[in-house]
């Protein structure tokens, strides 16, 4: 065998192996990573030890019922507020439409995004549909009975103070604004701590997507 020839196949093996280091590197950084536990704790979000199944619920979504079945074989990101909040419920609903453009369309195509009104003398179901779209098309609203709202609110420790037949039209409410997971089964899998941040929450969803 020549030199020149034995130098070409030196080089050509060369040149191989770095483009093999670099792919490997390249897929290394873009592909979806699997977060540990105290990453998600670290980026505010707590993954359950064992997922939690809940109670059976009937709310209305538009003008459809809304049950358990309607949160199997999807992911969903459910928050529980109301559309007369002046500030930190619209502040959320951003956020969480923020999450949504960050994720890749593989991820978001299996992520819902719902809010669950704990207001529903004030919140129709055609108003709430009408103040999550405002937010992003996809989103849908969620109302119904108070009673029903407040126990799937302690089954997701999403509490909040319910307030019924008020005199004062222009009451406020106190409630939590974490936002519970819940896992194609249909069972509650973790919860985001406010304050919420878009790039971390959708860093998460993809993990759990890609990996659950």
């Given at each position: 065998m020549s030199n020149n020839k034995s130098i070409r196949i030196?080089?050509?093996?060369?040149?191989?192996?770095?483009?093999?280091v670099a792919g490997l590197f390249v897929y290394s950084t873009i592909s979806p990573k699997e977060l540990t536990v105290d990453e998600y704790k670290q980026i505010g979000?707590?993954?359950?030890?064992?997922?939690?199944?809940?109670?059976?619920?009937?709310?209305?979504?538009?003008?459809?019922?809304?049950?358990?079945k309607n949160l199997q074989g999807s992911w969903d990101v459910l928050f529980l507020g109301f559309a007369s909040c002046p500030d930190m419920c619209p502040m959320t609903m951003k956020k969480m439409a923020m999450a949504k453009r960050n994720l890749s369309s593989e991820a978001s195509s299996k992520v819902n995004f719902r809010m669950i009104s704990v207001d529903p003398d004030r919140d129709t179901p055609e108003k709430m549909q009408q103040y999550v779209e405002a937010f992003n098309p996809s989103f849908t609203g969620i109302t119904g009975n108070i009673e029903v709202i407040y126990k799937l609110a302690t089954d997701l420790t999403l509490p909040f103070v319910p307030v019924i037949a008020s005199d004062n039209i222009n009451y406020d409410m106190d409630h939590s604004m974490n936002l519970a997971v819940i896992d194609p089964n249909g069972n509650y899998f973790g919860f985001f701590k406010s304050p919420h941040t878009p790039e971390k929450m959708a860093q998460v969803l993809e993990s759990i997507v890609s990996f659950n």
């Open positions: 030196t080089v050509a093996s060369c040149l191989l192996i770095v483009s093999m979000f707590y993954k359950l030890v064992r997922t939690r199944q809940l109670n059976n619920f009937e709310l209305i979504e538009g003008g459809e019922k809304f049950s358990n």
